[in-house]
């Protein structure tokens, strides 16, 4: 027995070649022999629907007035067909209406009924079986039946499958020639090839080239080999750099969770705590514990708001969010031996999710509101007793009625100003009321148009159609209306309009209209120059990137640019009037296409409609590769077509996966940052050495008003937005002693309050600000945090506190001392 091992490569090729071409030759013909039986059953099958449903056509008024001699008179003529065995009609119970029977063939077939939509068939080893429904207005009243033979299809398998043994016979025999030839060209560039490979196998040095001569298939797979290397080399950079990117990601957000005001606890799938910030030991009073989540709320005292009753481990929030619940804002009262005293916190609690959606932890974050709360109950026992002894009634009608009157005159300046023309009109359509954009748009002042009739406006060839639309809508009480129309200006002027027209109603009479008119000249304009662009549209068709495949709503394309031939294969000619689906789209996604494409027509709603996702095709070559598919509907002539942007992605998709989970990495620790910052209740500002802001949340944008912008860094420059000034809002607050500013110098600072004025709204706002530097390895700041809280609020409540308690003295008789 030879071993194929010892064979030389010019042997092995040209063994190859000779397997190869019988094995493709082999394929070939199975292929076209199940191609030729597959077009002959559809072509039967076409054929044999369409005879089913004549028939069931013709049997309608013999079924419907119970005539089986007619009925079997009409399957009499099914004689002409020699391939025709049996047929019988059905009436709506399932009883034999009326049959026929092919001379020879057995008289007393029964046919065996399937379950079926509108129409069906069922191909067996001798027969093909065809049933339709018959119909009269929608309802079903019988059903066809025909049975055919098959022996023509028969005849074709043999003499196909002699053919194709012929070709095999003559494939390899030329394929060995040819072979014998083409080997010496083959065999060193292979080998060449071959020693290449090894080399960067064995030193990993992705630099290496393979050198490249002349233009044939090995010459074009050496470029492409120095492509690939060019790329796994640039990939392996940008790898690199996603995981330093990484590393300052996670630099800076323990920065940040260390130094935020608000509690923050981290717990991972197993119950267990894996975080718990300064912030969170200080306001619970303590750390974390390995204790089951059964006694987290008895250990730590976190208890409902009436202070009383313990919380229930399943409503806890972090409960909640191991569960996969967000909560937000939600009152707790804890009480424990290190709080004896009690404090209320506003916690927010959300699932740590990985990146295909499995939940991996949860986080809680914890705001302190004791002081807060306790203002508020100040404020609220004050309030209640004064309410007790004063009596508003009156003087909150006549702020109601006040109120009233601004509304109507609010809503008055609202008419009066809006673009629009606004204009109501009695039940014929003369003008009673129009607002003064009339004038913009139609030349004339209100009073000029007041008791005219609308269609003087109207262009003269547009009278009749404008007059018959608004007929109909008066005739047939339609409540609103959408008309467009040109009219003519007092200057003499076309204008094209868009009318919204609502009919007033006293009880079941229309008393006038009420109507919305808006100068729609420009849009029209612009349709006109989209019909102009037909033509470039068809140019941009043909040249665009990628392949563009247009389907109508029958699944069957009717448009295929050049860049689709080149990715499969195929030719214009060979596709058009070719069903996408037996085309392209491999086997294993068919049924979903189909079921898909079906539900779309009947719902207008798809999964993949207008989206972009990734899936498989196939080639001419039968070949399955990775393609970019993006599917948008159009509408035309009332009838859908479908529009398939694709791209195909199979060299590229390889290479990105080392990148892809790098950046896997980035985004999540992203999302962690950003789901942190954006629960916590105080403004969060990161700057890098040249004061640009680099991170912020929510909180610093409410207030401060200034915010990251993704596309061009923000310098920080407090000045220019507002004046500094100490708590005594009189001495100027020096900017360069602001918290940031000291942090970018090494220095950390807490809690200095600082009185902002908004230099163009001239509102003020208290604020406590607290600065930490960012220091890397080497002992540099690079970067600096900054804590924003806003007292304002806190301080409005003190002050309000103390005139509550004036008032309320000076109500019930005290005197200052």
């Known amino acids: 027995m030879i071993n194929l091992r010892n064979i030389s490569i010019k042997n092995k090729l040209v063994l190859m070649q000779v397997f190869t071409s019988a094995f493709v030759l082999g394929l070939c013909i199975t292929a076209f022999v199940l191609i030729d039986i597959k077009g002959f059953k559809d072509r039967k099958v076409i054929s044999s629907i369409a005879i089913a449903q004549v028939v069931g056509f013709n049997n309608v008024s013999a079924l419907e007035f119970l005539d ?18 049996n047929a019988n009609i059905l009436d709506k119970k399932g009883t034999v209406f009326a049959s026929y029977t092919k001379p020879g063939s057995d008289p007393k077939y029964r046919f065996a009924i399937p379950t079926m939509n509108e129409k069906s068939f069922l191909f067996t080893n001798e027969n093909l079986f065809v049933y339709s429904k018959i119909k009269k207005d929608d309802k079903t009243i019988g059903l066809v039946c025909i049975r055919f ?13 002699r053919l194709g043994i012929a070709l095999l016979v003559v494939g390899i025999g030329l394929a060995f020639l040819i072979a014998m030839i083409i080997k010496k060209y083959i065999s060193k560039p292979l080998l060449n090839l071959v020693t290449g490979i090894q080399q960067i196998k064995d030193t990993g040095d992705y630099k290496i080239r393979m050198a490249v001569e002349g233009k044939d298939e090995i010459s074009i797979l050496s470029l492409g080999l120095n492509d690939m290397l060019s790329t796994i080399e640039k990939r392996d950079n940008e790898v690199a750099q996603s995981k330093e990117q990484l590393n300052e990601q996670n630099t800076l957000l ?40 059964e006694r987290w709320a008895q250990t ?118 809006i673009g629009d023309v606004v204009h109501t009109s009695d039940y014929k359509g003369y003008f009673t009321y129009i607002n003064p954009a009339c004038k913009k748009l139609t030349g004339y002042t209100p009073d000029e148009l007041i008791g005219k009739h609308f269609s003087e406006l109207v262009a003269p060839e547009w009278k009749d159609r404008v007059a018959e639309f608004y007929l109909n809508q008066f005739k047939n009480k339609i409540d609103e209306s959408l008309f467009s129309f040109p ?79 080149k990715i499969f294969g195929w030719s214009l000619g060979e596709v058009i009037g070719k069903s996408m689906r037996d085309l392209i789209i491999p086997e294993q996604h068919r049924e979903a296409h189909t079921k898909g494409f079906q539900n779309f027509l009947l ?62 990495l980035v985004r999540l620790n992203e999302l962690k940052l950003k789901l942190i910052l954006e629960n916590i209740g105080e403004g969060i500002i990161v700057t890098d050495s040249q004061k640009r802001i680099v991170l912020s949340n929510r909180m610093a944008e409410e207030i401060i008003g200034i915010k990251q912008d993704s596309e061009m860094p923000t ?51 208290r604020v406590v600000i607290s600065g930490r530097p960012i220091i890397d390895e080497n002992n540099y700041v690079i970067a600096a945090v900054a804590n924003i809280k806003d007292i304002t609020y806190y301080k409005e409540l003190e002050v309000a506190l103390e005139e509550s308690e004036q008032k309320y003295r000076k109500l019930i008789g005290f005197k200052k001392g």
Not at 270 to 284: D, L
Not at 732 to 743: D, G, I, R, S, Y
């Open 68 to 85: 089986n001699a007619a009925a079997n008179k009409i399957l009499s003529e099914l004689n002409v067909q020699n391939d025709i065995l």
């Open 149 to 161: 033979e098959l022996s023509e299809l028969n005849k074709i398998k043999m003499d196909v499958l």
């Open 254 to 293: 323990q920065s940040v969770i260390q130094n935020m005001g608000d509690g923050l606890i981290v717990v991972d799938e197993n119950r267990k705590f894996i975080f718990w910030n300064p912030a969170g030991e200080r306001i619970i009073g303590i750390g974390p514990m390995d204790i089951p989540q």
């Open 300 to 417: 730590y005292g976190f208890f409902l708001p009436d202070t009383k009753t313990i919380f229930d481990t399943n409503e806890f929030p972090l409960v909640k969010a191991l569960n996969g619940e967000e909560v937000d804002n939600m009152e707790i009262f804890i009480q424990n031996y290190k709080k004896p005293e009690g404090l209320f916190v506003i916690v927010t609690a959300r699932p740590l999710k990985s990146p295909s959606g499995e939940i991996t932890g949860g986080v809680l974050v914890i705001h302190d509101i004791t002081e807060l709360k306790n203002s508020e109950n100040e404020i609220r026992k004050l309030n209640e007793g004064l309410e007790q002894k004063v009596t508003e009634r009156t003087a909150q009608l006549a702020e109601a009625s006040e109120t009233l009157r601004k509304s109507e005159e609010k809503y008055r300046e609202i008419v009066e100003n």
């Open 487 to 565: 009219i003519i200006t007092k200057s003499g002027e076309q204008k094209w309009v868009e009318q919204t027209v609502m009919q007033l109603r006293e009880g079941n009479r229309i008393t006038g209209h009420k109507s919305i008119l808006r100068d729609v000249t420009e849009r029209k304009a612009a349709e006109q120059k989209l019909k102009e662009s037909e033509g470039q549209l068809q140019t941009i068709f043909n040249e665009a990137p990628d392949a563009l495949i247009v389907i109508n709503d029958e699944g069957i394309i009717i448009r295929w640019n050049p860049q689709a031939e």
């Open 603 to 664: 719902t207008a709603e798809g999964p993949i409609i207008n989206k972009t996702i990734e899936i498989t095709a196939l080639n001419k070559k039968n070949i399955e590769f990775e393609i970019e598919l993006t599917v948008s509907p159009a509408t035309i002539l009332g009838k859908y077509i479908f529009i398939a942007f694709i791209k195909d992605i199979s060299l590229t998709k390889k290479m990105e996966n080392e990148k892809i989970e790098a950046d896997k």
């Open 715 to 765: 310098t920080l420059d407090w000045s220019t937005k507002y004046e500094l000034y100490y708590p005594d809002e009189v001495t100027v607050f020096p900017a360069q002693n602001l918290p940031l500013e000291k942090a970018l110098k090494g220095e950390s600072t807490d809690d200095v309050e600082i009185i902002i004025e908004d230099n163009e709204t001239k509102t003020k706002k």
